[in-house]
């Protein structure tokens, strides 16, 4: 069975840093995973994703240069969030697509956590 657990979201002010984590388990590693968010009022936005199979990371563009996705040798998979802004506060949500190439696109993901609150103060 597919299990997705997100943990590490919490207040933050702006210039901070977080480290989301997403435990994941009941399916092969080599798939990707992603890291997505959902904002009051918007729709979900892929945010990071990883993939052990081709080896890459990707990340969306207001992203760029402040967030990291790694991930251990186990079944944990990492978000670390640098420089935070007010415009980061949302819900964030880790996904498989069962697949070894990544995507940022939340319609080709099926599985999904819960989500973990990240709430920015400026």
């Known amino acids: 069975q597919v299990q997705l657990v997100e943990s590490g979201g919490g207040l933050a002010q702006a210039g901070d840093s977080l480290r989301l984590s997403c435990a994941a388990s009941g399916f092969t590693l080599n798939y990707a995973i992603a890291w997505f968010l959902q904002a009051p009022g918007k729709e979900r936005e892929g945010v990071s994703c990883?993939?052990?199979?081709?080896?890459?990371t990707y990340y969306g563009d207001s992203v760029k240069g402040r967030f990291t996705i790694s991930r251990d040798n186990a079944n944990t998979v990492y978000l670390h969030m640098n420089d935070l802004e007010p415009e980061d506060t949302a819900v964030y949500f880790c996904?498989?697509?069962?697949?070894?190439?990544?995507?940022?696109?939340?319609?080709?993901?099926?599985?999904w956590g819960h989500g973990t609150r990240v709430t920015v103060s400026s």
């Open positions: 996904a498989t697509n069962r697949q070894f190439s990544c995507s940022l696109d939340p319609a080709d993901f099926a599985s």
């Open positions: 990883i993939s052990r199979g081709d080896g890459n």
